[in-house]
């Protein structure tokens, strides 16, 4: 694909109820990262997949976040017994392995609103 | 607590002037520094990236690293309207975890 993808682009859902982001990563790419942006804040680091390696899930806020990466590319970020506070922009980003240059794209994210 | 500081701003700067921006960072090992822009209701994209102490340039974006004073910048020379957006500091540890800070709002005045 030409870009990072995510699905949908937004979702509204009732407290309490679990949501599925969906994100395909760039061709390629053996990193894969997902963010959490809330109004007007910096982008707060959820998640990393690296290749085959154990992803580094320390800045999951909690037990109900949990992630996935399917065959090294397909990520879904899965948010169980969603809270309004959990309203904010999820975006996911891929990365290429270059050391010290490891440039990620990110993708248009998906919006996220509990009522 | 690793962290990223920038101030918030706004920075604003008339056309043509020169933009410049702040970051420090807390975690010492922290290898490779980014900054990307984001203009509002969009994703990031990236600017410049440095991870050697001194400069780095780019076109009209200058990245600048000092390492023992954990500070990171960027300078914008003849800056445009069209530079107006957020720009987010970013730095990686040890890999791949990256650290941004809140971002700071950049007006540039036609």
């Known amino acids: 694909g030409a870009g990072v993808s995510q699905s949908p682009s937004n979702k509204v859902t009732e407290k309490g109820k679990d949501v599925e982001l969906r994100c395909d990563p760039i061709s390629g790419h053996t990193a894969l990262y997902w963010y959490r942006q809330s109004l007007g804040q910096g982008l707060e680091f959820l998640i990393y997949?690296?290749?085959?390696?154990?992803?580094?899930k320390s800045g999951l806020p909690s037990d109900r976040f949990s992630a996935e990466r399917t065959g090294g590319s397909v990520s879904t970020l899965t948010i169980q017994r969603t809270q309004q506070e959990d309203s904010a922009v999820y975006l996911c980003?891929?990365?290429?392995?270059?050391?010290?240059?490891?440039?990620?794209?990110f993708g248009a994210g998906t919006r996220l609103s509990v009522l | 607590q690793k962290e990223v500081e920038q101030n918030s701003g706004p920075l604003s700067v008339p056309e043509g002037a020169i933009a410049s921006l702040n970051c420090t960072y807390s975690d010492r090992g922290s290898q490779s520094f980014f900054w990307y822009r984001q203009y509002s209701g969009k994703s990031p994209e990236l600017i410049m990236f440095?991870?050697?102490?001194g400069d780095k340039e780019d076109g009209r974006f200058t990245a600048q690293l000092n390492k023992a004073s954990q500070y990171v910048s960027l300078l914008i020379r003849d800056s445009q309207p069209s530079d107006s957006a957020t720009y987010l500091c970013?730095?990686?540890?040890?890999?791949?975890?990256?650290?941004f800070g809140a971002g700071t709002r950049l007006f540039v005045k036609a």
């Open positions: 980003a891929s990365s290429v392995d270059r050391g010290l240059g490891n440039i990620q794209y």
């Open positions: 970013a730095a990686t540890t040890g890999g791949f975890k990256t650290i």
């Open positions: 440095i991870y050697s102490n």
């Open positions: 997949f690296q290749g085959n390696s154990a992803p580094d």
